[in-house]
Protein backbone atom coordinates (compact mmCIF):
# COMPACT_ATOMS: atom_id res chain seq x y z
CA UNK A 1 0.00 0.00 0.00
CA UNK A 2 2.59 2.29 0.62
CA UNK A 3 4.29 1.72 -3.08
CA UNK A 4 1.15 2.22 -3.69
CA UNK A 5 1.07 6.03 -1.91
CA UNK A 6 4.53 6.98 -3.41
CA UNK A 7 2.98 6.01 -6.74
CA UNK A 8 0.00 8.30 -6.73
CA UNK A 9 2.28 11.40 -4.74
CA UNK A 10 4.69 10.66 -7.68
CA UNK A 11 2.09 11.08 -10.31
CA UNK A 12 0.10 14.22 -8.63
CA UNK A 13 4.12 15.80 -8.46
CA UNK A 14 4.28 15.09 -12.36
CA UNK A 15 1.26 16.81 -12.88
CA UNK A 16 1.76 19.87 -10.59
CA UNK A 17 5.08 20.24 -12.13
CA UNK A 18 3.05 20.13 -15.31
CA UNK A 19 0.23 22.34 -14.56
CA UNK A 20 2.83 24.96 -13.14
CA UNK A 21 5.60 24.68 -15.99
CA UNK A 22 2.27 25.84 -18.15
CA UNK A 23 0.83 28.20 -15.95
CA UNK A 24 4.65 29.84 -15.31
CA UNK A 25 4.73 30.88 -18.83
CA UNK A 26 1.18 31.70 -19.40
CA UNK A 27 0.77 35.70 -20.18
CA UNK A 28 -2.95 37.04 -19.26
CA UNK A 29 -3.70 38.12 -23.02
CA UNK A 30 -2.87 34.74 -23.76
CA UNK A 31 -5.55 32.87 -22.37
CA UNK A 32 -7.60 32.50 -19.15
CA UNK A 33 -6.58 34.36 -15.92
CA UNK A 34 -4.19 32.24 -13.90
CA UNK A 35 -5.76 32.89 -10.23
CA UNK A 36 -2.97 31.24 -8.23
CA UNK A 37 0.24 32.03 -10.41
CA UNK A 38 -0.71 35.70 -10.18
CA UNK A 39 -0.45 35.45 -6.03
CA UNK A 40 2.82 34.16 -6.50
CA UNK A 41 3.82 37.21 -8.91
CA UNK A 42 3.35 38.94 -12.14
CA UNK A 43 3.47 36.98 -14.94
CA UNK A 44 7.17 36.22 -16.39
CA UNK A 45 6.53 37.63 -19.29
CA UNK A 46 5.42 40.78 -17.87
CA UNK A 47 8.70 40.95 -16.47
CA UNK A 48 10.70 40.55 -19.26
CA UNK A 49 10.25 43.77 -21.07
CA UNK A 50 8.94 42.45 -24.34
CA UNK A 51 8.89 44.46 -27.26
CA UNK A 52 5.60 44.64 -29.46
CA UNK A 53 6.36 42.42 -31.97
CA UNK A 54 8.13 39.80 -29.59
CA UNK A 55 4.17 39.99 -27.48
CA UNK A 56 2.59 38.86 -31.13
CA UNK A 57 5.27 36.62 -32.11
CA UNK A 58 4.56 34.95 -28.58
CA UNK A 59 0.83 35.08 -28.70
CA UNK A 60 1.03 33.53 -32.22
CA UNK A 61 3.37 30.50 -30.75
CA UNK A 62 0.82 30.26 -27.91
CA UNK A 63 -2.54 30.33 -30.34
CA UNK A 64 -1.34 27.80 -32.62
CA UNK A 65 0.18 25.36 -29.39
CA UNK A 66 -3.37 25.73 -28.29
CA UNK A 67 -4.54 23.90 -31.25
CA UNK A 68 -1.74 21.00 -30.27
CA UNK A 69 -1.72 21.22 -26.53
CA UNK A 70 -5.86 21.25 -25.58
CA UNK A 71 -6.48 17.92 -27.70
CA UNK A 72 -3.76 16.39 -25.44
CA UNK A 73 -4.64 17.39 -22.27
CA UNK A 74 -8.38 16.20 -23.13
CA UNK A 75 -7.24 12.45 -23.72
CA UNK A 76 -5.31 12.73 -20.86
CA UNK A 77 -8.19 13.50 -18.39
CA UNK A 78 -9.92 11.09 -20.53
CA UNK A 79 -7.30 8.08 -19.65
CA UNK A 80 -7.06 9.58 -16.17
CA UNK A 81 -10.85 8.68 -15.85
CA UNK A 82 -10.68 5.15 -17.64
CA UNK A 83 -7.71 4.42 -14.73
CA UNK A 84 -9.76 5.20 -12.09
CA UNK A 85 -12.65 3.04 -13.43
CA UNK A 86 -10.37 0.40 -14.06
CA UNK A 87 -8.36 0.77 -10.72
CA UNK A 88 -12.55 0.75 -8.63
CA UNK A 89 -13.30 -2.61 -10.80
CA UNK A 90 -14.14 -5.53 -8.89
CA UNK A 91 -12.48 -7.88 -9.70
CA UNK A 92 -9.34 -6.04 -9.61
CA UNK A 93 -7.35 -6.62 -13.05
CA UNK A 94 -4.25 -5.84 -12.78
CA UNK A 95 -3.22 -5.86 -16.46
CA UNK A 96 -5.92 -3.11 -17.32
CA UNK A 97 -4.49 -1.00 -14.57
CA UNK A 98 -1.47 -1.53 -16.08
CA UNK A 99 -2.07 -1.13 -19.58
CA UNK A 100 -4.65 2.19 -17.92
CA UNK A 101 -1.42 3.33 -16.58
CA UNK A 102 1.16 3.30 -19.32
CA UNK A 103 -1.35 4.66 -21.82
CA UNK A 104 -1.36 7.99 -19.41
CA UNK A 105 2.68 8.24 -19.02
CA UNK A 106 2.73 7.68 -23.04
CA UNK A 107 0.46 10.75 -23.47
CA UNK A 108 1.98 12.76 -20.44
CA UNK A 109 5.12 11.75 -22.32
CA UNK A 110 3.48 13.78 -25.62
CA UNK A 111 2.14 16.67 -23.80
CA UNK A 112 5.72 17.42 -21.99
CA UNK A 113 7.32 17.35 -25.39
CA UNK A 114 4.71 19.41 -27.37
CA UNK A 115 5.22 22.11 -24.35
CA UNK A 116 8.98 21.95 -24.41
CA UNK A 117 8.57 22.66 -28.18
CA UNK A 118 6.62 25.31 -27.92
CA UNK A 119 8.81 26.54 -25.02
CA UNK A 120 11.34 26.35 -27.24
CA UNK A 121 10.21 28.16 -30.09
CA UNK A 122 9.29 31.02 -27.66
CA UNK A 123 12.55 31.14 -26.08
CA UNK A 124 13.54 31.53 -30.15
CA UNK A 125 12.08 34.81 -29.98
CA UNK A 126 13.94 36.17 -26.76
CA UNK A 127 17.00 38.08 -26.30
CA UNK A 128 19.71 36.80 -24.91
CA UNK A 129 19.42 39.11 -21.65
CA UNK A 130 15.18 37.92 -21.53
CA UNK A 131 16.31 34.97 -21.61
CA UNK A 132 18.80 34.96 -18.56
CA UNK A 133 16.60 36.78 -16.56
CA UNK A 134 13.67 34.31 -17.71
CA UNK A 135 15.87 31.83 -16.17
CA UNK A 136 16.07 33.23 -13.04
CA UNK A 137 12.47 34.49 -12.34
CA UNK A 138 11.80 30.80 -13.25
CA UNK A 139 14.25 29.35 -10.13
CA UNK A 140 12.62 32.19 -8.24
CA UNK A 141 8.99 30.63 -9.01
CA UNK A 142 10.12 27.21 -8.62
CA UNK A 143 11.49 27.83 -4.95
CA UNK A 144 8.49 29.80 -4.07
CA UNK A 145 6.36 26.91 -5.04
CA UNK A 146 8.43 24.53 -3.02
CA UNK A 147 8.11 26.71 -0.04
CA UNK A 148 4.53 26.83 -0.49
CA UNK A 149 4.55 23.26 -0.51
CA UNK A 150 6.60 22.99 2.41
CA UNK A 151 4.21 25.08 4.20
CA UNK A 152 0.91 24.38 2.86
CA UNK A 153 1.35 20.26 2.88
CA UNK A 154 4.44 19.41 4.70
CA UNK A 155 6.13 18.16 1.87
CA UNK A 156 9.98 18.38 1.61
CA UNK A 157 11.21 17.78 -2.37
CA UNK A 158 13.53 15.69 -2.71
CA UNK A 159 15.75 17.73 -4.92
CA UNK A 160 16.05 20.35 -1.72
CA UNK A 161 18.51 18.02 -0.43
Known sequence: ??????????????????LMSSAIFAHPGFGPGRLGMR???PP????????ADQRAQIQTI?????DTL???????????????????NQ?????????????????QAQLMVARAQ???????????????????LRAQRLQQFREWRRERLGQSDPSDK
Open 62 to 66: FSDAR
Open 39 to 41: RMG
Open 118 to 136: VMNRVRGVLTDEQKARLSE
Open 44 to 51: LFAELQLS
Open 1 to 18: MKRATQLMTAVGALAIAT
Open 91 to 107: PFDETAVRSQAQEIADM
Open 70 to 88: QPLARQLREKHAALREAAG
